[in-house]
């Protein structure tokens, strides 16, 4: 399985670009990359995906460079709502690589 | 589509007693997790189920933890005695084929006394 590593915490102030990157040095070729958010007493959800490149969604931004060793999730313009702990996870659970949570990555947004 | 309905929201009770957690997946979806959350060791996979029938069941702790999925509407979860390290917010997903993408459920939280 690869193993991702994030910061364990980042503050921000509303409106601002955050930017929040994941190294993942042993991805495999089948591997994707996807990230969740999780709101306090709330299940995770599902943000993005990306196998490379960049994609956008109406929530965030994915960039994943030619290498993929690595991905930034890019959320605009953050407002205090956007208080959450951010997963990056890497696998393909159709290949057998089901992903696994890490400690994430607790934004902070502050007034 | 209602989501992911996981009952009860919160349960309390003592070691020794018998737990069942409830889950109704979305419709149509074909693939069932169980997650298991805490502090200590963040969010971690228990069992998940295709079309009904457990695929990997390699996260559940012991013999103590059940689960069963007798329908595609409907699984359950069982701890069977509880003690207090069973302790957690237990989360129930499901996925279409891209099983990448789960749909979480608000979760039990559980305390064992």
């Known amino acids: 399985l690869a193993k991702t590593t994030q910061p364990i915490s980042m503050d921000s102030y509303e409106g601002q670009e955050v930017n929040i990157t994941c190294s993942h040095n042993n991805i495999a070729t089948n591997d994707y990359i996807t990230w969740y958010q999780q709101f306090p007493s709330q299940g995770p959800r599902f943000i993005i995906q990306?196998?490379?490149t960049k994609v956008t969604n109406e929530v965030a931004s994915l960039f994943i460079p030619a290498d993929r060793k690595s991905s930034t999730l890019s959320l605009p313009r953050v407002s205090l709502s956007d208080t959450a702990v951010y997963y990056c996870?890497?696998?393909?659970?159709?290949?057998?690589?089901?992903?696994?949570f890490g400690p994430g990555t607790r934004l902070s947004v502050l007034p | 589509d209602a989501g992911v309905i996981q009952s009860p929201r919160h349960e309390v009770t003592e070691m020794g007693q018998e737990v069942t957690l409830r889950c109704k997946p979305i419709?149509?979806?074909?693939?069932l997790f169980w997650y298991r959350q805490t502090m200590m060791r963040g969010l971690e996979l228990l069992i998940y189920f295709n079309n009904n029938v457990p695929i990997d069941d390699s996260g559940m702790p012991e013999d103590r933890f059940s689960a069963k999925m007798p329908n595609a509407s409907f699984s359950t979860l069982k701890i069977q005695p509880s003690e207090p390290r069973d302790s957690a917010v237990y989360f129930c997903?499901?996925?279409?084929?891209?099983?990448?993408?789960?749909?979480f459920g608000a979760g039990t939280r559980l305390s064992v006394l």
């Open positions: 419709s149509g979806h074909d693939y």
């Open positions: 990306g196998y490379k």
């Open positions: 996870l890497v696998g393909e659970w159709n290949y057998g690589q089901n992903f696994v």
């Open positions: 997903a499901s996925s279409g084929q891209v099983k990448n993408i789960q749909y």
